[in-house]
């Protein structure tokens, strides 16, 4: 069993953990002050510290950083006083793994220490992810022929058993939905709820009661009580999108879930308690929002145990194929046409192309191709991209979609134009104003080859 190592100058409160934690089957070692917790660290193997913050000598602070310069993979967990939220958010950024508020129940840490051995366990598996992506990861409805999404699948069949709340990262677009679901469905909750809120598709004023749910009378309307998601999902998974959208105050009371795992509905007093994991997500960087005051310090923390980057479509071109094909066997059936396939032209303008809105963007493409097709194979005359949407995702006053060369910009104008021109390379260059040799050229560095043209 793991070696847990307690430094608290309080000899009562040190001997109760020692004894909780015994009871756990954890080895423990103890010290009264940080200097000798530091000699305890270098005559043993430890698995984990817990430290308190005010200790006599070196306190609490410098013996973290103390340690994450000798150690820097070891999990530090901190206590502190209800009123020192601050000192524990200043540890945080200094390495500590979590931390707890004094008066703290036995319970509560052990669910913490248990939380933060399962981390540990995860982080020194990925040391050898590398490794691992010889193996192939799959799973139902996600496309991971890249190994950027080889990487994701693998770091989602390491943390499903496990409790630790996950931050998705990501652009608009990239299937942060599917990958939760994949983590619910890989975990040992997957025979409860999965239950999914959006924080930008519900007015600020409402997102507080759907989330914990309200009682009789709380508000005009409130006629009858309701539960809110967090009731709803326990014994199961939470994944609430577009997190760095959640007003303040809603921040307050999700910290408070995650730590205590408890809450009262709006307009009330009975403390429903409640097991659920929370898997957030979010398009925007949550580190800036904490430079602009708009997203708590200690929230973020508490989010970001597991975090998991989906890379942009555009950055793992390789699933693009595979992807166009799952769309067109969904959407040939739903739109009634016998869509087979896609020409290998139609097929390179979709790899070629920059996709701003990612994935959702392709399968929208891909739909409507479906629905207007005249044959039954998809060719560059059925492919309507939205270069509009690329000029716009500029913003105004800019040159490029972001991310994009001007290269890459060029290569899209040169594909539109032969769409344009439905495959009629002559006419293409004509929309184009290039001669029929340099146009030859472009298209032989996009792969689009130049035989069996359409001339006229």
């Known amino acids: 069993m793991p070696t847990i190592l307690i430094v608290e100058d309080e000899a009562k409160m040190r001997r109760l953990l020692e004894l909780n934690l015994g009871d756990d089957g954890f080895t423990t070692l103890s010290a009264g002050d940080a200097e000798t917790g530091l000699k305890l660290i270098r005559e043993n193997s430890v698995d984990l510290a817990l430290t308190d913050l005010k200790l006599p000598g070196m306190n609490g602070l410098e013996f973290l950083q103390t340690i994450k310069r000798q150690n820097a993979a070891l999990p530090v967990v901190v206590m502190t006083a209800f009123g020192s939220v601050e000192t524990a958010v200043e540890a945080m950024k200094a390495g500590a793994s979590d931390y707890v508020l004094k008066p703290f129940s036995l ?48 770091t989602v069949e390491r943390v499903a058993p496990m409790n630790s709340t996950v931050l998705l990262g990501g652009e608009s677009g990239v299937g942060k939905d599917l990958i939760a679901r994949a983590i619910h469905e890989k975990s040992r909750r997957a025979s409860g709820p999965f239950l999914k809120i959006n924080s930008t598709a519900i007015p600020e004023n409402l997102l507080e009661s759907e989330l914990f749910g309200f009682e009789r009378g709380a508000f005009t309307g409130a006629v009858a009580s309701k539960p809110g998601k967090f009731e709803l999902a326990d014994k199961g998974t939470l994944f609430l999108d577009e997190i760095g959208d959640v007003p303040p105050v809603t921040q307050v009371k999700l910290l408070r879930v995650l730590q205590e795992r408890e809450f009262e509905r709006l307009g009330g007093t009975r403390t429903v308690k409640v097991d ?49 094909n799952l769309f067109i066997s969904r959407f040939s059936g739903e739109s009634g046409k016998p869509v087979e396939g896609i020409t290998p032209e139609a097929m390179q303008i979709l790899v070629n192309y920059h996709w701003p809105g990612n994935v959702r963007e392709l399968q929208n493409i891909v739909e409507r191709a479906c629905a207007l097709a005249k044959g039954n194979i998809l060719g560059l005359a059925d492919i309507h991209l939205d270069l509009r949407s690329s000029k716009a995702a500029n913003g105004p006053g800019g040159f490029l979609p972001d991310g994009m060369t001007l290269e890459q910009w060029e290569d899209e104008m040169v594909q539109e134009a032969l769409r344009r021109a439905h495959g009629n390379k002559s006419q293409a260059a004509r929309l184009l104003g290039l001669s029929r040799n340099a146009l030859r050229y472009r298209l032989s560095k996009i792969g689009i080859t130049d035989e069996a043209d359409k001339e006229t």
Do not use: C
Request: glycine share 2%.
């Open 107 to 154: 319970t509560e840490m052990r669910m913490v220490i248990h939380k933060e051995l399962d981390v540990r366990n995860l982080r020194e598996e990925n040391r050898s992810l590398r490794e691992a992506l010889g193996k192939r990861y799959s799973h139902p409805n996600i496309v991971a022929r890249s190994p950027k999404m080889q990487e994701v699948l693998a």
């Open 276 to 324: 659920v994991r929370l898997i957030a997500a979010t398009n925007k960087d949550l580190r800036e929002a904490l430079e602009q005051g708009t997203f708590r310090e200690d929230l973020y923390y508490r989010l970001n145990v597991v975090p998991i980057d989906i890379a942009p479509l555009r950055e793992r071109k390789e699933d693009i194929p595979d992807l166009v």
